[in-house]
């Protein structure tokens, strides 16, 4: 399993669970049938437009991930319901094409060749998608919706933009940060358990501290200082914070043979080799159950990650948050999030329009940032009692306005080629410049090919 495919596995928690939102369909609803948007109407004989005797039933299609449909059913029906309620010319319902979301961008691909795309798509922003023209624009809209001055992060915005017009809009705060379990760090002597940012100096300590109290765990185990996956998504926050990154805002320009990415993993793989982490998983569930376990005491990953801890019988009460290490910035990663598209072959975009506004209405947002742990995106909700006490609020309230995005879209095999590359680099001796020149130059020309 790639990282994509990987960090898309957690969503089981939350960022992805909204794709679940979009779940059970009415009975007409066939998983495996035409994804084409469908438009009812009643033929007429009469050379005359016939005058509209009351609203247009309209189906809209929707791609969208596979997991967890059952669980958000109510929520999109009653997305569904308002939308239809507030409109004056359509009642709306929702069919759904569901796939898992590692195999999205191929049934694009697929669904484009034969003309034959659906209405709405649920996904990641995806710059190709934009520069394809596979994507309406949906300015106007937003600039027109309670959305427009609603908005709390220009930034998570941005990401949806193409030469400044909208096409994607998130429905979700979310990233990665640090982690950690405050009862481990006082173990250790550590007297500040409750901080929401650090640099790496100051965390060096931190995981010095607790390598030399030598700790165990209730199943015998020791405790290290950190715990991480061999994950691109995991990784990438130490890249940034070096001053490096991955690809150009365009996708089109491969970046990561640089000092500054080098200078990254190798602070990455000091961690391992000062033993301060033990051997990094590659194993997602593995990886997991390490700090649950707590057989460590600082984990990076993000908000989705939460509910499977609570799961795996770990007291949330004992858990602080802080930003990514600072190295030479505080710049983040942001996770693969949730923004909803319509492509531009759909003869329902004024419903569907209709539809996304009410996805965003009050009760509807709240039910589903509820269930998927999310901070939510508007300001009208920022102080509300359901996310006041959100513990990570204010960390990824600073994080997420200074994101930095991979934009790997013109490079589909990049995640399992860099994810093999931070394996080598990671658990043998290899020169981590040469690797990277390496892997780059593969990775460009694949750029290249997919341009032409």
């Known amino acids: 399993m790639n990282a994509r495919s990987k960090t898309v596995s957690i969503v089981l928690a939350s960022m992805l669970t909204v794709s679940s939102l979009l779940g059970a369909c009415s009975k007409d609803n066939n998983a495996n049938g035409n994804t084409g948007g469908s438009q009812s109407g009643t033929e007429t004989k009469s050379t005359e437009t016939p005058k509209p005797t009351g609203k247009q039933d309209v189906t809209l299609s929707m791609l969208i991930d596979s997991a967890n449909n059952e669980q958000n059913t109510s929520i999109i029906n009653q997305a569904a319901e308002i939308a239809s309620k507030n409109s004056t010319k359509y009642n709306i319902k929702v069919r759904l094409d569901t796939i898992p979301n590692a195999d999205k961008d191929k049934k694009v691909d697929v669904l484009a060749a034969g003309a034959n795309l659906p209405d709405l798509v649920a996904s990641g922003p995806k710059q190709v998608w934009m520069k394809r023209g596979l994507l309406a624009d949906l300015t106007d809209w937003f600039n027109q919706s309670p959305l427009k001055d609603d908005y709390m992060y220009p930034s998570l915005l941005e990401e949806g933009k193409n030469d400044g017009k909208i096409y994607a809009v998130p429905i979700k705060a979310d990233s990665m940060f640090l982690i950690y379990n405050k009862d481990l760090l006082q173990k250790a002597g550590i007297e500040n358990t409750n901080f929401t940012s650090i640099t790496w100096d100051e965390w060096q300590v931190m995981l010095e501290k607790i390598k030399q109290a030598k700790l165990k765990a209730k199943n015998g185990k020791d405790v290290k200082g950190f715990t991480f996956r061999i994950s691109t998504s995991e990784s990438a926050p130490f ?162 306005n200074d994101i930095k995005p991979i934009h790997s879209d013109n490079s589909p095999s990049f995640w399992t080629q860099y994810d093999q590359l931070l394996e080598k680099i990671l658990l043998t001796n290899t020169d981590i410049a040469s690797e990277q020149k390496t892997l780059q130059s593969t990775i460009q020309k694949e750029i290249s090919n997919n341009l032409k």
């Open 239 to 400: 890249i940034f914070s070096s001053g490096g990154e991955f690809f150009s805002q365009d996708g089109n320009e491969a970046r990561f043979d640089s000092p500054e990415a080098a200078e990254g993993l190798a602070k990455l793989k000091s961690l391992v080799t000062n033993g301060y982490a033990d051997k990094p998983e590659t194993d997602y569930a593995n990886w997991m159950s390490v700090f649950f376990n707590e057989n460590a005491a600082f984990t990076i990953t993000g908000g989705w990650s939460l509910s499977s801890y609570k799961d795996g019988g770990l007291d949330l009460n004992k858990l602080g948050y802080s930003t990514v290490p600072k190295m030479k910035t505080n710049t983040s990663y942001f996770g693969p999030g949730l923004s909803f598209s319509i492509f531009d072959t759909s003869k329902n975009k004024e419903a569907a329009q209709e539809f996304l506004t009410a996805m965003y209405t009050s009760d509807i947002y709240k039910q589903w940032l509820e269930l998927t742990a999310g901070i939510p995106v508007l300001k009208s909700l920022a102080d509300d009692p359901v996310f006041a006490d959100n513990p990570i609020k204010g960390v990824l309230g600073e994080q997420l």
